[in-house]
């Protein structure tokens, strides 16, 4: 039962990750985010009274998202202070006029600190006149706490907008769990119990004390939650047989809390429970790593690189080129038709023509038509040559960014891994490949490839140039020189064929050649299989053949679509996973009886050969994999 929740969980996260390169998705959850922001911010409060941490916000973001925190701050004071919440009213206006003015001033930027400074001046001036006109008895400790508060969370959330800092982004979840330790959208569900337990298990220590000190200061229970958050995080430091108890870690430590001290809380529980859970589904976060002399250098240019990368990536979203001017074609078709016709000043008919006529000159109403729809149809070539054209620059736009992002991941990656002694993992079985063809060697279309890639991984490509002869050769060439080199640099499988779909979609070369890649882990003795357009593989056990996978189309079609089939499977028990080309009826070769998975990979792949092959002219080649456990390893 665990191996499917496991299964469940790395699904979960795959499918949160493909979400977050969606680009509509993620400037919606920017707008929702920078709204939901300064919405939660106006909950946070010290001896029941509001807090001004959405000035803080307001005054560090840019002045188009500054305006959304403020819109949002202003609908969260009245919501959860009611009548106590006019002076956030006033700090959120005044925040957000600050924003928009002052920061289109490009001096704002040579001075950071003038904008948080003028929110504290702004937040002390409020509280004043709130005191000596309003009479609002309110602590002066309490007047002197707003105006540090408005100064500092500026300071911090500038800095946050600025660089990764990881202290930054602990203290930014430690208001942030403050904040939310006053929403409760269900009754007894605290989304700061939420947070915390989220923050417990994805964070570092000091993320997890300060989530606990966030829920301590807003007095929302009587379980001190410093020791639970702490606890858990420790906890959650023993190596378990089981992944999922490392996630259960706040709610066990909430328990023993509640033993402890007497206090039945189940809202604490429930919501460090639910928090905890929902850190299984998130991607883990890299451990923050030590930067030392060149290496720390280094590090620092490729994620420097990386983000540039990145944020180009982005910018070809929003080169839209401008529409296609229907109207100004008609016009021009209209000036050519009418200008010699002796009728023009005073036709009707001219002056009704819609742009529409571009997709059916034929229902154009003119009593000269042999004049009007020669020209309507050679404005009608004009528009669908320039729709054409538009359709493919945003081909060339989607590849750039694509490839762009792709090697923005990869930068992202090597600096990850870069100041770390990586540990490698030891190899548990050795491979053994063999291939046959059926073709001449300089004109066989097929072209497969056997080779080491990282993190003990090995990769078999088999690429299919579709056809025969010299041009299906070339193409089954460079297509398998090109995944080679991009695999064996460490790009993941997904951006290197993503990157020859572009190339082929570029080239107008659709099914030029077809994929067939098998990359196996030597460490676990998983094999993923990647296929887009290729034939039906096959997997050879003691109790006969099973096909995997089916007729797909092939790569080069889109830019924009991906039509791979992927597959996991087990070669740890002795099956031999079989490749072929479109040469060999698999069908036909793997029903034999002789065929056994013991028998060597060279024999077994000359009588799949032999055995599938017809009378056609197509090449025909058949890859075997099989792995051996390295204990049991020969020569």
Same mark, same amino acid.
């Given at each position: 039962?665990?191996?499917?929740?496991?299964?469940?969980?790395?699904?979960?996260?795959?499918?949160?990750?493909?979400?977050?390169?969606?680009?509509?998705?993620?400037?919606a959850?920017?707008?929702?985010?920078?709204?939901?922001?300064g919405?939660?911010?106006? &909950?946070?409060?010290l001896?029941?009274?509001?807090?001004?941490?959405?000035?803080?916000?307001?005054?560090?973001?840019?002045?188009?998202?500054?305006?959304?925190?403020?819109?949002?701050?202003?609908a969260?004071?009245?919501?959860?202070?009611g009548?106590?919440?006019?002076?956030?009213?006033?700090?959120?206006?005044?925040?957000?006029?600050? &924003?928009?003015?002052?920061?289109?001033?490009?001096?704002?930027?040579?001075?950071?600190?003038?904008?948080?400074?003028?929110?504290?001046?702004?937040?002390?001036?409020?509280?004043?006149?709130f005191?000596?006109?309003?009479?609002?008895?309110?602590?002066?400790?309490?007047?002197?706490?707003?105006?540090?508060?408005?100064?500092?969370?500026?300071?911090?959330?500038?800095?946050?907008?600025?660089?990764?800092?990881?202290v930054?982004?602990?203290l930014?979840?430690?208001?942030?769990?403050?904040?939310?330790a006053?929403?409760?959208?269900?009754?007894?569900?605290?989304?700061?119990?939420?947070?915390? *337990?989220?923050?417990?298990?994805?964070?570092?220590?000091?993320?997890?004390?300060?989530? *606990?000190?966030?829920?301590?200061?807003?007095?929302?229970?009587?379980?001190?939650?410093?020791?639970?958050?702490?606890?858990?995080?420790?906890?959650?430091?023993?190596?378990?047989?089981?992944?999922?108890?490392?996630?259960a870690?706040p709610?066990?430590?909430?328990?023993?809390?509640?033993?402890?001290?007497?206090?039945r809380?189940?809202?604490?529980?429930?919501?460090?429970?639910?928090?905890?859970?929902?850190?299984?589904?998130?991607?883990?976060?890299?451990?923050?790593?030590?930067r030392?002399?060149?290496?720390?250098?280094?590090?620092?240019?490729?994620?420097?690189g990386?983000?540039?990368?990145?944020?180009?990536?982005?910018?070809f979203?929003?080169?839209?080129?401008?529409?296609?001017?229907?109207?100004?074609?008609?016009?021009?078709?209209?000036?050519?038709?009418? *200008?010699?016709?002796?009728?023009?000043?005073?036709?009707?008919?001219?002056?009704?023509?819609?742009?529409?006529l571009l997709?059916?000159?034929?229902d154009?109403?003119?009593?000269?038509s042999?004049r009007?729809?020669?020209?309507l149809?050679?404005?009608?070539?004009?528009?669908?040559?320039?729709?054409?054209q538009r359709?493919?620059?945003?081909?060339?736009?989607?590849?750039?960014?694509?490839?762009?992002?792709?090697?923005?991941?990869y930068?992202?990656?090597?600096?990850?891994?870069?100041?770390?002694?990586?540990?490698?993992?030891?190899?548990?079985?050795?491979?053994?490949?063999s291939?046959?063809?059926?073709?001449?060697?300089r004109?066989?279309?097929?072209?497969?490839?056997?080779?080491?890639?990282?993190?003990?991984?090995?990769?078999?490509?088999?690429c299919?140039?579709?056809?025969?002869?010299?041009?299906?050769a070339?193409?089954?060439r460079?297509?398998?020189?090109m995944?080679?080199?991009?695999?064996?640099?460490?790009?993941p499988?997904?951006h290197?064929?993503?990157?020859?779909?572009?190339?082929?979609?570029?080239?107008?070369?659709?099914?030029?050649?077809?994929?067939?890649?098998?990359?196996?882990?030597?460490?676990?003795?998983?094999?993923?299989?990647?296929?887009?357009g290729?034939a039906p593989?096959?997997?050879?056990?003691?109790?006969?053949?099973?096909?995997?996978g089916?007729?797909?189309?092939?790569? *080069?079609?889109?830019?924009?679509?991906?039509?791979?089939m992927?597959?996991?499977?087990?070669l740890?028990?002795?099956?031999?996973?079989?490749?072929?080309?479109?040469?060999?009826?698999?069908?036909?070769?793997?029903?034999?009886?002789?065929?056994?998975?013991?028998?060597?990979?060279?024999?077994?792949?000359a009588?799949?050969?032999?055995?599938?092959?017809?009378?056609?002219?197509?090449?025909?080649?058949?890859?075997?994999?099989?792995l051996?456990p390295?204990?049991? &390893?020969?020569?």
């Open positions: 039962m665990m191996v499917t929740v496991e299964t469940y969980l790395r699904r979960g996260q795959r499918r949160l990750q493909r979400l977050l390169l969606e680009p509509r998705l993620r400037w959850a920017r707008t929702g985010g920078y709204l939901g922001g919405f939660v911010l106006s &909950a946070a409060s001896m029941n009274l509001p807090l001004p941490l959405c000035m803080g916000l307001i005054s560090a973001a840019p002045p188009g998202q500054a305006v959304l925190i403020c819109l949002g701050a202003m969260g004071y009245p919501f959860f202070w009548t106590a919440g006019s002076q956030g009213l006033v700090w959120s206006a005044a925040g957000g006029l600050l &924003a928009v003015m002052v920061g289109r001033d490009p001096r704002s930027r040579e001075q950071p600190m003038m904008i948080p400074v003028i929110a504290a001046l702004l937040t002390a001036v409020t509280g004043l006149c005191q000596a006109f309003l009479g609002e008895d309110t602590p002066v400790v309490l007047h002197i706490l707003r105006t540090a508060l408005a100064l500092l969370s500026g300071m911090l959330f500038a800095q946050a907008f600025s660089c990764r800092d990881a930054t982004h602990w930014i979840g430690g208001l942030g769990v403050l904040a939310l006053q929403v409760e959208p269900l009754p007894n569900l605290v989304l700061g119990y939420v947070a915390a *337990g989220l923050m417990t298990v994805t964070g570092a220590f000091p993320e997890a004390a300060l989530a *606990g000190l966030a829920l301590d200061l807003a007095r929302i229970t009587q379980l001190p939650m410093t020791a639970v958050t702490c606890m858990a995080w420790l906890a959650g430091m023993i190596p378990f047989d089981k992944r999922w108890q490392h996630y870690a709610a066990g430590a909430c328990l023993a809390a509640m033993a402890v001290c007497g206090v809380d189940l809202p604490a529980l429930a919501g460090l429970a639910l928090g905890g859970g929902l850190g299984a589904f998130l991607p883990p976060r890299p451990l923050p790593a030590r030392r002399g060149e290496t720390g250098l280094a590090q620092v240019r490729l994620e420097l990386a983000r540039l990368l990145e944020s180009t990536a982005e910018l979203v929003r080169l839209e080129p401008p529409p296609i001017d229907r109207e100004a074609l008609l016009e021009k078709a209209r000036q050519r038709a009418c *200008g010699g016709c002796s009728a023009r000043n005073s036709c009707a008919q001219s002056r009704q023509l819609d742009p529409q997709e059916r000159p034929l154009a109403q003119c009593r000269k042999g009007l729809i020669p020209e149809r050679r404005a009608q070539d004009q528009y669908r040559a320039m729709q054409a359709a493919a620059q945003g081909e060339y736009r989607g590849a750039l960014r694509q490839q762009y992002r792709f090697l923005g991941a930068l992202r990656r090597l600096a990850d891994r870069l100041p770390r002694k990586a540990e490698l993992a030891a190899p548990c079985f050795r491979i053994q490949v291939a046959r063809s059926k073709g001449k060697d004109a066989n279309g097929d072209r497969c490839v056997a080779f080491s890639g990282a993190d003990c991984c090995y990769y078999v490509l088999l299919d140039g579709m056809g025969t002869g010299m041009g299906a070339e193409e089954g460079e297509a398998a020189a995944l080679h080199r991009m695999l064996s640099a460490g790009f499988a997904e290197a064929l993503a990157s020859l779909n572009s190339l082929l979609a570029l080239r107008g070369a659709a099914g030029a050649v077809t994929v067939d890649l098998a990359r196996i882990r030597l460490d676990t003795g998983i094999a993923e299989l990647y296929k887009w290729a593989s096959w997997v050879l056990t003691r109790g006969g053949a099973e096909k995997i089916t007729a797909s189309a092939p790569p *080069g079609i889109s830019v924009g679509e991906s039509r791979e992927t597959q996991k499977l087990s740890r028990r002795g099956e031999v996973l079989i490749l072929l080309s479109d040469g060999v009826d698999g069908e036909e070769a793997l029903r034999r009886s002789d065929l056994s998975p013991d028998a060597p990979p060279g024999e077994l792949a009588k799949i050969l032999e055995g599938g092959c017809g009378g056609g002219e197509d090449d025909a080649t058949a890859a075997v994999i099989r051996r390295t204990s049991l &390893a020969t020569s």
